[in-house]
């Protein structure tokens, strides 16, 4: 069966700092897709970054990256330069075909917050 | 994209009554979902809106209690029916375009205070 799993219920980074967060994944199927969201406090949820599991590199957008490791089956997010509205609960998730379409997966979320 | 807007945005509904989120977005889309926020907690997939026929649901979620429906490709209603307080919570209406990265986009929820 899939699964998501985030193990860092919470995280501290000081401004400025990068920070990586955790994520691993379990599925059987060779197709995929992983994705990570940010949840402020507002509640709206935000997607930040794909990354397919045929892709060879790793995915960037601006100041995130996905770490993808796929023998580890590891889809770690990294965010360059945190600022404090980045402080807000951060969701890894997994999209999967299955009959008539697809669905996605979220992981329990990890709270990160930016120091001043 | 897509820009989804949910309705209500949020309520105090007593025991026993029900109530139906609606779901309207702004584009054509394949895909309409209905997840689950409790506090705190994660997003737990109640079902898949399908067009024109009946809802796929996830173990845990049955037709009864959270009737679906999806008249066409832009809109979706999620009914609570016969609520508890444990059905407080926030619930999500969310669209995927089936190309691209697939990502999914998401309404702003809908919480809701069972008494």
Known sequence: AQKITQTQPGMFVQEKEAVTLDCTYDTSDPSYGLFWYKQPSSGEMIFLIYQGSYDQQNATEGRYSLNFQKARKSANLVISASQLGDSAMYFCAMRFHRTGGFKTIFGAGTRLFVKA | ?115
Do not use: H
């Open chain 2, 1 to 115: 994209s897509a820009v989804i807007s949910q309705k209500p945005s949020r309520d105090i509904c007593q025991r026993g009554t029900s109530l139906t989120i609606q779901c309207q977005v702004d584009s054509q889309v394949t895909m309409m979902f209905w997840y689950r926020q409790q506090p705190g907690q994660s997003l737990t997939l109640i079902a898949t809106a399908n067009q024109g026929s009946e809802a796929t649901y996830e173990s845990g979620f049955v037709i009864d209690k959270f009737p679906i429906s999806r008249p066409n490709l832009t809109f979706s209603t999620l009914t609570v029916s016969n609520m508890s307080p444990e059905d407080s919570s926030i619930y999500l209406c969310s669209a995927g375009l089936g190309q691209g990265s697939g990502e999914l986009f998401f309404g702003e929820g809908s919480r809701l205070t069972v008494l």
